[in-house]
């Protein structure tokens, strides 16, 4: 399976009193992600599930990620997949569809990077996951522990 973390584009600044989770993507955060998706595209990223978290910047990279990659592609939310989710949690959520060869998770920090790491069995790598940026990692199965293969990053000063 071909595991694809995005995290999600530049999002507005939460102005006082409004909640977190609806802050939505800016222009240049657009612009940003379009360029990384066009990008992943001609790497061959065909998602046929884009897993989103349920917040309002997450949910409109995973619909950039739909119309740019994958258009035929089914969009699912998800609370595995929120800012302080676990990973072994969205790993579970991640399993469910094992029979899929390419998810999409469009996500947040700390996850992204938590994530990766935990796919890739190395809970301590740290990675600088930009606002945009996307992974794509291997694994062999759906097993209960995954074991994963870094196969490229894309980061929206690359693309």
């Keep these: 399976m071909e595991i694809y973390l995005l995290r999600h584009g530049i ?6 009193g409004k909640k977190d989770a609806d802050r939505a993507l800016t222009a240049e955060g657009k612009k940003k992600l379009r360029a990384v998706l066009k990008r992943a595209k001609a790497a061959g990223a065909a998602p046929g599930l884009i897993l989103t978290s349920p917040y309002v910047r997450a949910r409109q990279t995973a619909e950039m990620a739909k119309a740019v990659l994958a258009p035929a592609a089914l969009i699912a939310e998800t609370r595995a997949l929120t800012p302080m989710a676990r990973p072994d949690e969205a790993w579970d959520e991640i399993r469910i569809y094992g029979d899929r060869v390419q998810v ?3 996500s947040h920090e700390p996850l992204c990077g938590a994530l990766a790491g935990y796919l890739l069995r190395s809970a301590a790598l740290e990675i600088d996951f930009k606002k945009g940026a996307l992974i794509r990692i291997d694994v062999e199965s759906a097993a ?6 870094l196969k490229w990053m894309l980061c929206p000063k690359l693309s």
């Design 11 to 16: 999002a507005e600044d939460a102005p006082s």
């Design 104 to 106: 999409l998770c469009s």
């Design 144 to 149: 209960p522990r995954p074991r994963g293969v």
